[in-house]
């Protein structure tokens, strides 16, 4: 079983050389949000290399293993290794529902395409 976020507000930056994606039931209220965070930059302890991910608390996070990213302009699937999906308590992959328009898509494509620095993500766009 995967987790289910339908977001009304989807966030995109580069702050400080890291790469954030966030995903929010709200901008202002949130409740709920899925957020993705990566250094640009190589660091010297292996693990902060890969992709912090947040669900809704810092007590469920984790720097963890991504392995496929299915996007599409209203629809993203982020399958995870066993021990990154164990460590955030899901089973096996966050999907989120969202809407966009095209350029923003576009942008997003391309921060998640930085989430993929130093990592085999397998990135399907559709």
């Given amino acids: 079983m995967s ?3 339908k977001a009304s507000f989807v966030y995109f930056s580069i702050d400080d050389e890291t790469v954030l994606i966030g995903f929010a039931d709200d901008e ?12 640009l930059w190589i660091e010297d302890i292996p693990v902060l290399n ?12 984790a ?5 496929r990213i ?3 302009r209203k629809f993203i699937s ?19 529902e969202y809407d966009i328009d095209e350029k ?3 942008i ?17 766009v559709k």
């Fill in 3 to 5: 987790i289910l976020l």
């Fill in 28 to 39: 202002f209220e949130t409740k709920e949000y899925v957020l993705f965070q990566k250094s």
């Fill in 50 to 61: 890969n992709v912090h991910i947040t669900i809704n608390s810092e007590n469920r996070s």
């Fill in 63 to 67: 720097y963890g293993e991504i392995l």
């Fill in 70 to 72: 299915i996007l599409s």
């Fill in 78 to 96: 982020i399958f995870l290794s066993k021990d990154t999906a164990s460590s955030l308590g899901v089973s096996d992959s966050i999907d989120i």
């Fill in 104 to 106: 923003e898509f576009k």
């Fill in 108 to 124: 997003l494509i391309s921060h998640i395409q930085k989430l993929n620095v130093n990592q085999d993500i397998i990135i399907e």
